[in-house]
């Protein structure tokens, strides 16, 4: 091994500093997290005065009730807005993917929402929502459909699903977008050739459309997926979390854990958990794209 | 105009003496530059304009005109919620500084109060801090106590302590060492809009006398006109939510700590007291019993029910003497019909004292921002630059700047600001300023620890979260917030 090294120690040589920017700015503050989140780190001290406390963190972590409530928040938040955004995308994509006047004007518009500025829709959004002079409720009481402005975010029962309404509308068009790309690659032929063996437009679909389309679908999902997991912006602004923890998500808690409260020990456990599970995600990510390319090169 | 007579009502005031006696108990060093022990709305005018200063003249002496030097500062600047008055007089601050010392390289920027905390901290961690800055006055003995300040009285830029409120240097001292100046100290009143009053049944130009009075009130106002009584705010990580909370649970007989007695010592966790569920329970029964204050409390600030009260959709809420100018400001932007209505509100604009407990004890948030110097080590470069921090603690904390930088929404941090002719000035052109100065004396600080900031923006909002949404009881809420100060006084994790 060695040897072989040596033999390509120009090549090494060439990737070199490139590797020791990703050792200071992604391998250091790895390690740092880690083992900050075997300290304690009381308000009253500096980072430098920390104590060692062991698995400390993770105990509390694990038994507090906090902990489940944040961890069942992130887990209907990702996979809420993972789902229906890709079902949304990919049911867009298949509409726009047949030739009709205003098409591209039509597909324009739908990406707006993805390329405007998150914090600007999410401020936006929470005026949309507001519970006393939002538009949706003036809309509706104006209507007579309610008696009064519905309560989107200052409940705890239907706060989380209003957050969600608001990423899937944010992050459908990046889905819409992929599977567009992926309806691309579908070869003309065999959906001629179905058509003249008598299958029906389900069955097109079904048969060929949807397995030429399997690995963008996992590369879209993991990459939603790992947005969503990782979601800060919109719970951020628009409720901080609240009201009484009921939009806190995994981000938004380490972040408050953090910097609000100082808990560098504790927001590092948690960032490691994150970690983890995220690396998870990754492994897939990376496992399909392998498998897309060994696809790639066998044909 | 309010016809209460504010002068009577503040001599009349039930606030402990105790209370008053923390405020105003500074060791004599010399005659006292304002004779705190006669504060009253009619005091504060007889010494307003009897006195010039010569700022330039007066920071020369600290740090020479023509010096050389480079600084950088971070300070709680002037938000979205502030009048557009604050805005010039900040920007005339910085030119002013540029003028005098034209020779320090000045690199200030400006941040929210909801935003600077946390960017300070985080600078501190990677020593990244700026030389000096401005924080509010929960800021102070946070980091006074980890050891990131440099100590810093009102003698080292010129000044003497008893130009201070006692109450604010309580907040700049920790462990008995003086480690920032005042710039600025605040008190708000009871605003409520008279029309709002008399369509609802209401006395129009009398405040809700106690806490008890606000919940009626809220009610009659809510169910005769359809509209939101009291500005209730509950936002967590949000100033604003303490600033209002607080009074009433002070006013009920409650508190964090015993924070609100003479000497506290912040031993006995008060906040599951009967008196404070009390004070939650007020709040309960407004926003869950009675419907009667905006469905939006729970992510609101300040800054949100400032357009529901110009549209005349919110009776009653508390705030600064600003809010008068911020109301003007927004009603010169307003357009068409909508100009008419915001005028009709802001002629029926009143304020008042902030309303007692039952126990006739009346209680504010003594707020403010302080001034501070940063140790070299915690500093980006590793140095900072003392000279170049005095002078611009000097401008800023003297009687001129620091009552021009707090003119609309705030009183000068040092107390001969009262004595200047802008004091006057202002005086005669802000309106309802005397309540705010009659405020004063019922100033209550947040306790002087370093886990403050954690009880006031995230402990006691959640507390009110979790009792406004049912996601806990009254009773439970208190106790689950009282368990987390404990925990948290505790060192737990």
Request: net charge neutral.
């Amino acid at each position: 091994m060695l040897r072989k090294i040596w033999e390509h120690r120009a090549d090494y040589a060439y990737v070199l500093p490139a590797i020791a920017v990703m050792l200071i700015v992604i391998a250091y503050p790895i390690y740092y997290t880690v083992e900050l989140s075997f300290f304690n780190t009381p308000p009253g001290l500096q980072l430098r005065d920390k104590n060692f406390i062991g698995i400390d963190n993770y105990t509390a972590i694990l038994t507090s009730e906090v902990f489940w409530k944040v961890t069942w928040n992130t887990l209907i938040w990702t996979l809420g807005s993972t789902f229906i955004s890709f079902v949304l995308g990919f049911a867009t994509a298949l509409a726009l993917h047949r030739d009709f006047i205003g098409r591209g004007v039509l597909r324009a518009i739908l990406i707006i929402p993805w390329v405007i500025s998150a914090v600007a829709a999410s401020y936006i959004w929470k005026w949309i929502y507001h519970s006393d002079f939002g538009i949706i409720g003036a809309v509706l009481v104006q209507l007579g459909l309610a008696d009064r402005p519905p309560n989107f975010i200052d409940s705890v029962s239907t706060v989380l699903p209003s957050l969600i309404v608001v990423n899937i509308w944010r992050e459908f068009p990046f889905a819409m977008i992929m599977m567009m790309a992926g309806l691309q690659t579908v070869p003309d032929q065999l959906l001629r050739a179905a058509k003249v063996d008598g299958a029906n437009a389900w069955q097109r679909f079904w048969h060929v459309t949807f397995p030429h389309l399997r690995n963008v679908s996992t590369v879209t999902i993991l990459l939603l997926a790992v947005a969503n997991f990782n979601s800060f912006i919109i719970p951020w602004i628009m409720t901080g979390g609240g009201p009484s923890n009921a939009s806190h998500i995994w981000i938004t808690h380490i972040y408050e854990l953090a910097f609000g409260r100082q808990r560098w020990g504790v927001a590092s456990a948690y960032s490691v958990l994150l970690f983890l599970i995220l690396m998870s995600l990754g492994y897939f990510y990376v496992r399909a794209l392998s498998g897309n390319e060994r696809k790639d090169g066998s044909a | 105009m309010t016809r209460i007579t504010l002068g009577g009502a503040v001599l009349r005031g039930t606030v402990s003496t105790a209370l008053m006696a923390s405020l105003m108990s500074a060791p004599a060093l010399g005659a006292a530059p304002v004779d705190l022990s006669k504060w009253s709305p009619e005091y504060v005018r007889s010494i307003a304009g009897t006195q010039d200063f010569d700022t330039a003249a007066d920071c020369a002496k600290v740090t020479p005109l023509d010096y050389k030097g480079r600084l950088t500062f971070w300070y709680q600047g002037v938000f979205e919620g502030d009048p557009d008055l604050l805005r010039q007089y900040y920007k005339d601050f910085f030119e002013t500084f540029r003028k005098t010392y034209p020779n320090i390289q000045l690199e200030e920027q400006a941040l929210t109060y909801n935003d600077l905390l946390d960017k300070f901290r985080t600078a501190l961690l990677g020593n990244a801090a700026p030389m000096a800055v401005r924080l509010q006055i929960l800021g102070g003995t946070e980091f006074a106590s980890k050891g990131y300040l440099e100590p810093l009285k009102p003698e080292d830029v010129g000044y003497s302590t008893e130009d201070f409120w006692p109450g604010a240097m309580k907040a700049v001292t920790w462990d008995g060492v003086t480690y920032g100046i005042p710039t600025n100290n605040e008190t708000m009143a009871f605003i409520w809009n008279a029309d709002i009053f008399k369509r609802a049944g209401l006395d129009p130009d009398k405040a809700p006398a106690t806490w008890d009075d606000v919940v009626k009130y809220s009610k009659q106002i809510h169910d005769k006109l359809g509209i939101a009584g009291y500005g209730l705010v509950a936002r967590k990580n949000a100033g604003n939510t303490p600033y209002r909370f607080m009074p009433q649970l002070w006013a009920y007989g409650g508190g964090v700590f015993d924070e609100a007695t003479a000497n506290p010592t912040y031993k006995q966790i008060e906040l599951a007291s009967p008196q404070s569920k009390a004070a939650l329970q007020a709040s309960y029964d407004m926003y869950v019993r009675d419907k009667s204050v905006p469905v939006s409390a729970l992510t609101n600030q300040q800054a949100d029910n400032q357009p529901l009260f110009l549209a005349g959709q919110l009776g009653m809420m508390i705030s600064h003497p600003s809010d008068y100018n911020v109301m003007l400001d927004l009603q010169k932007k307003a357009t068409g019909t909508d100009k008419d209505k915001a005028q009709t509100v802001i002629d029926n604009m009143r304020y008042g004292l902030i309303p007692t407990g039952p126990d006739g004890k009346r209680a504010v948030v003594f707020g403010g921002s302080n001034i501070h110097i940063l140790k070299p080590e915690y500093v980006e470069g590793g140095k900072v630059d003392e000279p170049a921090a005095k002078a611009i603690i000097c401008m800023w904390t003297s009687p001129e700047w620091s009552l021009k930088m707090a003119y609309a929404g705030s009183n000068p941090g040092n107390l001969n600001g009262f004595k200047t002719k802008w004091m006057k000035e202002r005086l005669d052109s802000i309106k309802f300023l005397d309540v705010t100065t009659s405020m004063l004396p019922y100033g209550i600080p947040f306790p002087a620890l370093p886990q403050s900031p954690e009880i006031m923006n995230i402990i006691v909002p959640d507390m009110l979260q979790n009792a406004l949404t049912g996601a806990m009881t009254v009773d439970q809420a208190a106790d689950d917030a009282a368990k987390k100060v404990k925990d948290l006084m505790g060192g737990g994790l």
